[in-house]
């Protein structure tokens, strides 16, 4: 058993451990007994970036000892596919979670622009964690296929989600809860972001990630 509390924040695609919701659980958690750790899930090769390996990086972080996971879109995506396999994940706080992640890219893309990214194996994508475009293989799709869509996971879970979201709809995280009762959910009147709403994210989410708050609860 681990001597304090270990979370991970998990971040989203393209963007990476300093961004600005990671910093901010780093802030609201120090002094509270926590081991916090914002891993670059990327581990400087955004080019190859896989879902697998992502999944590698977090089982590895979280080892032989229980750990908490928050996860922003791809991030809590990636937290409720670790939670599905490994019981060692006690709870998740998931942001805007980018289920339904393979469809989506087909969606946003469209299938000439997808065609064209797997012919190439080169899309530039815009990488917020770096400020500049990045080039990324096609392989994140391949890898993608063997992936349920919405993971299934039995550890409680509280979601937060932006009802002006354009990027993954609230619906997502709706349907989620609804065939989850291990899961709540709590809309927000935010965007994919949520940066603007981290506060009152942080009222209802910190008691949780601190396990003062039951299962039952959610």
């Given at each position: 058993?681990a ?14 451990p ?15 007994g ?11 090769n ?6 697998t ?8 972080l ?13 991030g ?21 979670p980018?289920?339904d ?9 469209g ?14 994508v ?18 993608a296929?063997?992936?349920p869509?919405i ?6 879970a ?14 997502s995280?709706?349907?989620?809860v609804?065939t ?8 927000l009147?935010?965007d994919?972001?949520l ?6 994210i ?5 008691a949780?990630?601190l ?8």
């Amino acid at each position: 058993m681990a001597d304090s509390l270990r979370v991970f924040y998990l971040h989203g695609f393209a963007s990476g451990p300093t961004s600005s919701k990671a910093k901010f659980f780093r802030q609201q958690l120090t002094g509270s007994g926590v081991d916090f750790s914002a891993p670059d899930l990327a581990e400087g090769n955004f080019e190859a970036l896989t879902i697998t390996a992502q999944l590698a990086v977090i089982q590895r972080l979280i080892g032989l000892e229980p750990a908490v996971l928050i996860g922003s879109s791809l991030g809590g995506y990636l937290a409720a596919l670790t939670a599905a396999v490994n019981p060692l994940v006690k709870r998740l706080l998931l942001l805007a979670p980018a289920f339904d992640f393979l469809p989506r890219w087909k969606e946003r893309l469209g299938p000439e622009q997808m065609e064209q990214w797997r012919i190439t194996d080169e899309l530039s994508v815009f990488h917020y964690g770096e400020g500049r475009n990045r080039t990324l293989s096609y392989r994140l799709m391949t890898d993608a296929e063997q992936y349920p869509l919405i993971p299934d996971f039995a550890q409680p879970a509280l979601l937060f989600h932006g009802t002006q979201d354009e990027v993954v709809p609230v619906d997502s995280s709706r349907r989620f809860v609804y065939t989850h009762p291990n899961a709540r959910l709590v809309a927000l009147s935010s965007d994919h972001q949520l940066t603007d709403v981290l506060d009152s994210i942080w009222q209802d989410g910190g008691a949780f990630l601190l396990g003062q708050t039951s299962q039952s609860q959610c």
